[in-house]
């Protein structure tokens, strides 16, 4: 499945001016149930320690996580880093044209070398894990870039079916992924080896969540590898299914799930 080159010709389109990444971004709000869950932790946090001022967000893709806590957090200070320099220079130059600099920067960083000792009081890091090979350095570095009583928010598959792998011949629907998810009890265990003393981790992409991401992500995306022109009709498509996955990711947030196929996971320093 070919789902990175989409991702750029969407990314390319969108870059052409600030008001086209603007809705991109508030597209990628809607239609990803992760942004859903990703939004409540961070207000969740951010009530919790409402001291929080210096912010990473590791692995910082499009910019998104980095826009949303612009707007959202006015006292906190982003920093966003990802091994693709393409996507960081289209993301530093969105921020520029709007005389953002004094509250975001950003940067080139591969996070198995990325290290900044005791400087961020939160780092945000969304489905990047499931794409490093050597998590456990990463989670050192982390740790590592953490100032005490810092948090760690990550966000990445599980091991139940998370890259809609269900078999031991199944390939990953997400073919940049180098594992096929993490198990909730065993990341926890990285992480305190790592040297975090609190973790927390949950289920996301439960029943509901899984549903919906059928319907708005999966099927769309099949739809488009098989036919280019289908990327015409994906307005009616959405705006015939799109009410569907609404309810259905209001649910997936709303809900404790014994299971899913996605974690959302706190450590604390």
């Known amino acids: 499945m ?32 992760r942004a859903w869950h990703i939004h409540k932790a961070l207000k969740t946090i951010a009530t919790e320690n409402p001291e929080i001022k210096m912010v990473l ?24 880093v990802d091994i693709n320099p393409d996507q960081i220079g289209d993301v530093q130059q969105f921020f520029a044209n709007m005389n953002a600099s004094d509250r975001t920067s950003f940067g080139v960083a591969n996070l198995e070398e990325f290290k900044d000792p005791e400087r961020f009081d939160l780092i945000l890091c969304v489905d990047v894990m499931e794409h490093i090979p050597d998590d456990n350095r ?56 790592a040297g975090f003393t609190k973790t927390n981790a949950r289920y996301s992409y439960g029943k509901p969540g899984h549903i919906s991401w059928l319907i708005s992500m999966k099927y769309p995306i099949i ?43 706190m450590a604390g320093k």
């Open 138 to 193: 990463v989670f050192r570095n982390f740790f590592d870039s953490l100032k005490p009583g810092g948090t760690l928010l990550i966000s990445t598959p599980s091991d139940q079916g998370g890259s809609d792998v269900h078999d031991e011949e199944d390939s990953s629907f997400i073919e940049e992924h180098v594992r096929d998810g993490y198990n909730l009890t065993e990341i926890q265990k990285q992480l305190k080896k």
């Open 57 to 80: 967000d590791a692995g910082a893709g499009f910019g998104q996580y980095a826009y949303y806590m612009f707007r959202k957090f006015k006292s906190w200070q982003i920093h966003g």
């Open 223 to 265: 739809l488009i590898n098989r036919s280019k022109w289908f990327f015409l009709v994906l307005p009616i498509y959405y705006l015939i299914f799109y009410p569907v996955a609404f309810v259905l990711n209001v649910l997936d947030v709303h809900l404790q799930h014994r299971t899913g196929t996605g974690l959302i996971v």
């Open 2 to 33: 070919q789902y990175d080159p989409i991702k750029t010709v969407l990314g390319k389109f969108f870059n052409r001016t600030p008001q086209r990444r603007k809705v991109f971004y508030a597209l990628l709000d809607l239609l990803l149930l």
